[in-house]
Nanobody, 127 residues
Framework: QVQLVESGGGLVQAGGSLRLSCAASVRTFSGYPMGWFRQAPGKEREFVAAISRNGGNTYYTDSVKGRFTISRDNAKNTLYLQMNSLKPEDTAIYYC????????????????????WGQGTQVTVSS
């Protein structure tokens, strides 16, 4: 069983930065490709960023490219999302997700590919 706990959300002004963390309770964190998703009020959950097991491959949705950076520290069992130049449209609950049984270099952009989810952390960007 994999447990994921997000932290680092909060209220920030437009143009500001936040760093989200996702702590994983799992024996071999390096065995799981990871992803970040978000859900704004009244909208469906959407993909934000993904990273492969070894961290060598990353992928972002177009709206966050150049502003967000996904990374992981396998020694600390932690996934990160550095968010810079935040915009009001980035306001959402942010979730981390994990998938088991994947090749080392693979990453996934669809929520259905992930079996484990955190409870989410709220990010609010004021204009």
């Amino acid at each position: 069983q994999v447990q994921l706990v997000e932290s680092g959300g909060g209220l920030v002004q437009a143009g500001g930065s936040l760093r989200l963390s996702c702590a994983a309770s799992v024996r071999t964190f390096s065995g799981y490709p990871m992803g970040w998703f978000r859900q704004a009020p009244g909208k469906e959950r959407e993909f934000v960023a993904a990273i492969s097991r070894n961290g060598g491959n990353t992928y972002y949705t177009d709206s966050v490219k150049g502003r967000f950076t996904i990374s992981r520290d396998n020694a600390k069992n932690t996934l990160y999302l550095q968010m810079n130049s935040l915009k009001p449209e980035d306001t959402a609950i942010y979730y981390c997700a994990a998938r088991a049984n994947a090749p080392p270099a693979s990453f996934y952009v669809t929520g259905a590919n992930y079996a484990y989810w955190g409870q989410g952390t709220q990010v609010t960007v004021s204009s």
